[in-house]
């Protein structure tokens, strides 16, 4: 795992209730990557909202396939797809995606409504890094109290510096057009 996530450090942001492990006795055979097996058992993934990542409701209790969530007999066509989707695992969804965990390699996926797959984090760690980054950083840029937007200047500032400090753990991110890329979009121009 390559950022520095640790269940302290999401515990300290989020409440117990809003972090989703996935013990070893309820992960699917298709999980064989080590790393990833461990820290959805012992880290998590946090569920809150206004996050970017809206995971799954039923993590807790298991991990379902990507193949078998929803309509998506033709996602062997998208544009970046292989052809062997059967150790794919659906975490939950991103601004019109879905987001999957490739269970061999740990890899997280972006799986576009577009018809397209791209990288779009090195690993469940980065992922969740960014989320806790997103978390930790929202009173600066949707503080609740304010009666007028930021002005466009601390936005820009703002969304720079999360994207500088994301990008310095893990580039794939911000590599192609995605999630990340509109949720910087909105912060910097004040939408969040």
């Given amino acids: 795992m390559i950022a520095p996530v640790t269940a302290q450090l999401l515990e300290d942001l989020f409440s117990a209730q809003h972090i989703s492990r996935t013990p070893l006795d309820r992960q699917s055979a298709i999980l064989t990557h080590s790393a990833s097996r461990t820290f959805l058992a012992d880290i998590g993934v946090p569920k809150s909202e206004g996050i970017l990542i809206d995971i799954r409701d039923d993590l807790t209790e298991g991990l379902t396939p990507l193949l078998s969530h929803g309509p998506t007999a033709d996602i062997p066509q998208y ?17 019109h995606s879905d987001i999957a965990l490739d269970g061999k390699t740990g890899m997280v996926y972006n799986v576009s409504e577009l018809r ?12 969740v890094y960014g989320m806790w980054l997103l978390q930790k950083r929202r009173p600066d840029y949707d503080p609740e109290d304010a009666i007028h937007m930021l002005p466009v200047e601390e936005s820009i500032r703002i969304s720079e510096e999360i994207e500088a400090e994301l990008s310095r753990l893990d580039p794939i991110p911000f590599a192609t057009p995605g999630p990340w890329e509109g949720a910087i979009t909105d912060i910097a121009s004040g939408m969040w």
């Fill in 79 to 95: 544009h970046g797809a292989p052809t062997d989707l059967s150790h794919w695992i659906h975490l939950g969804t991103a601004i």
């Fill in 116 to 127: 397209v797959v791209t990288p779009l984090h090195t690993d469940l760690s980065s992922m």
